[in-house]
T-cell receptor, first 109, second 114 residues
Framework: RKEVEQDPGPFNVPEGATVAFNCTYS??????FFWYRQDCRKEPKLLMS???SGNEDGRFTAQLNRASQYISLLIRDSKLSDSATYLC??????????FGTGTSLTVIP | DAGVTQSPTHLIKTRGQHVTLRCSPI?????VSWYQQVLGQGPQFIFQ???????GRGNFPDRFSARQFPNYSSELNVNALLLGDSALYLC?????????????FGQGTRLTVV
């Protein structure tokens, strides 16, 4: 079983739409949770950390449900510049990062 | 400040050859990790080094090896290359804390095995 499971998409949404990505993880001892963004042929870059209390950064909201081992990312008012692959990341002891397959998002004018 | 730097950026090798990839972490970061990203997949953990010691190893064959130097830079070595080793190899550095912190990635080395 994979450490992290994500719906690969692709998600094609119009500008201004709200889109949600989901992710599940298998190891209940996982310690930290992140969403990374990866543009085509570029390296992943941190979008936001995810906390149990939920956290928001502008148009982006991340949620963590430890009981269900579930992580989500909500993007409101989608912009063309949001088009990218969004990677769900879970860490266990020792700073080892486990990535999901990534979810592809294309925002259409 | 320089970010994580990797070299070379692109590389073409033939099957059976050996390759060495290099990574310099962000200044002050003592932990370096290596990841393999095959097209269409998320990065897969290969190795982690901290203070020149291996602290973690992913599910990769013994053809893959790595080391970290006193200046915290790192090398990833792959022997007897296979076509399936073609991928983007990413290096990440971060600080080593009890609570895992953000990992900063280099731009990667794109390896093509022909």
């Amino acid at each position: 079983r994979k450490e992290v499971e994500q719906d690969p998409g692709p998600f094609n949404v119009p500008e201004g739409a709200t889109v949600a990505f989901n992710c599940t993880y298998s190891n209940s001892a996982s310690q930290s949770f992140f969403w990374y963004r990866q543009d085509c042929r570029k390296e992943p870059k941190l979008l936001m950390s995810v906390y149990s209390s939920g956290n928001e950064d502008g148009r982006f909201t991340a949620q963590l449900n430890r009981a269900s081992q579930y992580i989500s990312l909500l993007i409101r008012d989608s912009k063309l510049s949001d088009s990218a692959t969004y990677l769900c990341v879970v860490t266990q002891t020792g700073n080892q990062f486990y990535f999901g397959t990534g979810t592809s998002l294309t925002v259409i004018p | 400040d320089a970010g994580v730097t990797q070299s070379p950026t692109h590389l073409i090798k033939t099957r059976g050859q050996h390759v060495t990839l290099r990574c310099s972490p962000i200044s002050g970061h003592k932990s370096v990790s290596w990841y393999q990203q095959v097209l269409g997949q998320g990065p897969q953990f290969i190795f982690q080094y901290y203070e020149k010691e291996e602290r973690g190893r992913g599910n990769f064959p013994d053809r893959f090896s790595a080391r970290q130097f006193p200046n915290y830079s790192s090398e990833l070595n792959v022997n007897a290359l296979l076509l399936g080793d073609s991928a983007l190899y990413l290096c990440a550095s971060n600080t080593w804390t009890a609570m895992n912190t953000e990992a900063f990635f280099g731009q990667g080395t794109r390896l093509t095995v022909v």
